[in-house]
C-alpha cells in the first residue's frame, strides 16, 4: 500500500496538484505491468515519509491517463519527473534510487 501523502494524479487535479505546488514535485509515471515500477514503488513510499511537507511525491498510471503521458512525452516506465513552480525541471527514465531522489527534491526547494 502506497505511503498515505502520495497523490495519484489524473486530467483532473494535475494542474492543482502538480503544476499549482508551491513545493517540489516528483511524478512518477508508472504501469501495473511494469516490474522495474513495482520496485520503485517502495523507495517512493520512503521518500514521501522523509521528506514530508518539504516536497510532494505523486503518481501517474499512463493506462490510465494515457493524455498525461502524452502530454510529457513518456515513452518508457518508470519515468520520473521533477518539477517546481509549475515547470519540469528535469526527467529521468528507470529506477532511482532514495538519496538520489530525495537530493534532486532538496535542490528544487
Known amino acids: 500500500m502506497a505511503h498515505p501523502s502520495i ?3 489524473t486530467g483532473e487535479n494535475f494542474a492543482s496538484e502538480a503544476e ?3 513545493v517540489p514535485v516528483v511524478i512518477d509515471f508508472w504501469s501495473e ?3 522495474p515500477c513495482k520496485m ?6 520512503e521518500v514521501a515519509s522523509e521528506v514530508g ?4 511525491v505523486t503518481k501517474v498510471d499512463v493506462m490510465a491517463n494515457r493524455d498525461l503521458a502524452m502530454k510529457f512525452g513518456i515513452r518508457a516506465v ?4 521533477f518539477m517546481k513552480d509549475g ?3 528535469e526527467t529521468k527514465t528507470g529506477i532511482m534510487m532514495k538519496d538520489a531522489i530525495i537530493q534532486k527534491l532538496t535542490s528544487l526547494a
Open 7 to 9: 497523490v495519484n494524479l
Open 20 to 22: 499549482q505546488s508551491t
Open 33 to 35: 505491468h511494469c516490474g
Open 40 to 45: 520503485l514503488s517502495p523507495v517512493l513510499d
Open 53 to 56: 511537507a518539504q516536497a510532494k
Open 78 to 81: 518508470p519515468t520520473l519527473i
Open 87 to 89: 515547470e519540469v525541471k
